[in-house]
């Protein structure tokens, strides 16, 4: 399949999948002046040399208005405009004002290594495209490829083939640098027509800079709508023609892994010369003010303490990370699980200041982008389709403009599976949602590299698509309400931890997408039909009259489904996502979701006893002690029971609003039934909540949060303690 996309006035070579925009603006050099100062980024650099003239890229987010439609941003270092610069990625506010670009630049400077550079960006008038000089036979001349040995049998993906077939996109394109994403399959030979191998597919991320410096990115993933044969994966290698660029050639111990990256040790792309790693600083209150992730409790002392673990190194044969070779469902979940995971809330914290060593931040940052890549490929559901390199379509919309396959809203890959993994996988490699992590997250956000970003699609469509793909049930993706069948979205009827992390990777991703990714249109409407989905769920006759009194979506955690739910999940992590999506303005506080279930179900059992409810692992939603799907649906929280540990929901015996006893009086007016830290407690997580829902104006939301302050207040937190876990302590910025 051939198709041709443009964008701008400017038309690329046939088969070509142009993405992106032009470039903001190509100065004409001179000296800077004029326009409005928006920030200065200082970024790091962590190359391990120092670097002259050195090639950079880093991401940026803009607030509404700061670079007006009809505005551009300029570069400048030392006060000077920065000859070569140019900005890709774009996307932007309802208002037409700039939301984020991910900037190309070539400084006149010499960093030294773990030295910085400033570079400030202006908001001034006007646009200048200009024409890139950069060939892409640059690339092609360099005859880049990968090899897998397979039961003795090499079989090769090979760039310049996939580039003579046209499956690439142009991802970059200016005076600094152009950037292609190519993919295909891998064949047995290395003509552009040999034999399918039937289930492995290639994946290049290539950089070609002004100076003749090229960057590669490539990876292979173990997964296509195809049956394989049993195999064993012997060698995996990245070469330039004859000669080796990474080799591994150990047999591998773990042939099920998912993906398997040709990275350096650290993480990183393979650069031609002088590789580059800068990194740009951001507060946890800037990720906030830019409604990337929620602020959280921040200090010089809880950036100085954070916990600096050893060096990782990553290797396709056996990805360990930080938890080894453990599957998906590995212990240390909160570790692992969240907005973003301990070890990108680690090298947030400490890479936005200097209270550690800069030796000790890139460790951070080596070993955030390590988990991210050994960790992600234990997540089985990397179903790309190999005709598009992107995921199939499991919206009922058609895309193919956009150069997607065309839509598969009945494709299933979990009860009926079209992926097939032949040859082994490591065990409890189930594609579980409720433990689906955000591991390309923050790599993503702050970098910019656009893997990062097709990693956090992947997952989000893999996540979502592994549910049942019926559409005569009510529980399914595609859930059927109210009488009618729905679209597939993000959010369902299963635990308010499964519905946070598929719907956040999704939102995430979908706001800091280029407008003009294949992507985007697809990505919105997950969003779209998850809300219609929720409000459907929440609409009688679905939302009969007995649910109203305590806003109940049925949704299932605990053992048995119909009866109650987990408040630690629903307060730490679905209340904060909703309401990151109402921050985004994807909904407002009047949507159903917002006024029925969070205000009445999820910040109702808090503000009902504060004492007990902050601190809960299970609470019915039905009237009695021991409830079963017979029991009446409670009209008021006093007839509910509930529980501090992990006891299932049909076995509750505590009373919801009882003294310190647990069995009956009123609900104490101080202390909590469960301690509270700055970690993964409970009573933190309802905090969170507390926090985010008053932050978007969520009344509902404000009547616990002074009782959970004062708590708090007493508990004496330090602030060392709360760098264990630093992204559970979301709080207001001050």
Same mark, same amino acid.
């Given at each position: ?402 150069? @997607? $396959? &065309?839509?598969?809203? !009945? ?10 993994? /032949?040859? %082994? ?112 769920? @929440? $609409? &009688?006759?679905?939302? !009969? ?10 949704? /299932?955690? %605990? ?112 202390? @909590? ?62």
């Amino acid at each position: 399949m051939l198709l041709i996309q443009t964008y701008g006035t400017r038309l690329k070579a046939p088969g070509a999948r142009v993405y992106g925009a032009l470039p903001l603006f190509r100065p004409t050099g001179g000296g800077g002046g004029g326009g409005v100062l928006i920030e200065t980024v200082i970024l790091d650099n962590f190359s391990g040399a120092s670097r002259t003239d050195p090639n950079i890229s880093f991401a940026r987010d803009f607030l509404e208005g700061e670079v007006p439609a009809g505005s551009r941003v300029e570069l400048r270092h030392g006060g000077e405009v920065i000859a070569l610069q140019q900005a890709d990625g774009l996307s932007y506010h309802a208002d037409g004002s700039l939301r984020r670009a991910v900037f190309s630049c070539k400084p006149n400077a010499t960093i030294a290594d773990n030295g910085t550079i400033a570079i400030s960006l202006h908001a001034v008038q006007g646009s200048v495209p200009g024409a890139s000089p950069i060939s892409r036979s640059t690339l092609t001349a360099q005859n880049y490829r990968m090899r897998l040995r397979i039961d003795g049998i090499d079989y090769w993906c090979v760039l310049n083939n996939l580039d003579a077939a046209g499956t690439f996109r142009e991802r970059r394109v200016g005076p600094v640098v152009r950037a292609w994403h190519h993919w295909g399959v891998f064949r047995q030979g290395t003509g552009g027509s040999d034999t399918d191998q039937g289930q492995w597919q290639g994946h290049f991320y290539s950089y070609v800079w002004a100076d003749g410096t090229i960057t590669v990115f490539p990876y292979a993933i173990n997964g296509r709508v195809a049956n394989s044969q049993s195999y064993t994966v012997q060698e995996f290698e990245f070469l330039n023609g004859s000669s080796s660029i990474i080799s591994h050639t150990t047999s591998f111990t773990a042939y099920g892994w998912s993906a398997y990256f040709l990275c350096t040790g650290d993480g990183q792309p393979h650069w031609s010369a002088n590789a580059t790693h800068v990194h740009p600083r951001a507060s946890w209150r800037w990720f906030h003010d830019h409604r990337l992730i929620w602020n959280t409790y921040d200090s010089a002392t809880v950036r100085a303490s954070v916990p600096v673990p050893a060096p990782l190194s990553y290797s396709p044969a056996t990805p360990s990370g930080a938890f080894g070779d453990a599957n998906i469902n590995q212990s240390g979940a909160s570790a692992w699980i969240g907005d973003i995971p301990d070890w990108d809330a680690h090298a947030l914290l400490a890479t936005s200041g200097t209270e550690k060593s800069a030796a000790d931040r890139a460790t951070l940052l080596r070993n955030s982008r390590v988990n991210a890549l050994a960790m992600g490929v234990k997540f089985p559901a990397w179903l790309v389709r190999h005709e598009s390199g992107h995921p199939p379509v499991i919206v009922d919309q058609d895309y193919t403009s956009r150069g @997607l $396959t &065309p839509a598969q809203p !009945a494709i299933g890959w979990a009860s009926n599976p079209t992926l097939t993994r /032949a040859g %082994g996988a490591f065990a409890g490699s189930t594609t579980d949602a409720s433990h689906q992590p955000q591991y390309p997250t923050y790599q993503a956000m702050v970098t910019g590299w656009e893997w990062w970003l097709d990693f956090m699609v992947i997952l989000g469509v893999g996540c979502i698509g592994r549910e049942d793909p019926s559409n005569t049930v009510d529980y399914s993706r595609r859930p059927r309400v109210n009488g009618a069948s729905r679209d597939c979205g993000t959010l369902q009827i299963t635990a308010h931890r499964q519905n946070a992390w598929k719907h956040k990777i999704v939102c995430d991703a979908e706001w800091i997408m280029p407008d003009a990714h294949p992507c985007k249109p697809y990505m919105n409407q997950l969003l779209v039909n998850g809300f219609a989905i929720a409000e459907q769920f @929440l $609409t &009688p006759p679905e939302y !009969a009259p007995d649910r109203v009194a305590l806003g109940v979506w049925r949704t /299932a955690y %605990g053992g048995v489904s119909n009866i109650g739910f987990a408040p630690w999940q629903a307060h730490g992590y679905f209340v904060p996502t909703i309401c990151m999506s109402v921050h985004r303005g994807r909904i407002t506080t009047a949507h159903k979701l917002v006024t029925e279930h969070i205000s009445k179900q999820l910040f109702g059992v808090i503000n009902a006893c504060p004492y007990r409810g902050s601190g809960l692992y299970n609470c019915a939603w039905r009237e009695g002690p021991q409830p079963t799907t017979a029991s009446p649906i409670a009209q008021s929280w006093d007839t509910v029971y509930c529980s501090h540990s992990s006891d299932q929901i049909s076995g509750l015996t505590i009373k919801l609003i009882s003294d310190a006893g647990g069995s009956g009086g009123a609900c104490p007016t101080s202390g @909590l039934a469960r301690p509270i830290d700055g970690g993964h407690s409970y009573p933190n997580l309802a905090r969170r909540a507390c926090e985010t829902g008053a932050m978007v104006g969520i009344p509902a939301a404000g009547v616990a949060l002074a009782y959970l302050r004062t708590e708090e207040a007493a508990a004496g937190i330090t602030d060392a303690s709360r760098a264990i876990k630093p992204q559970w302590g979301t709080r207001a910025p001050e």
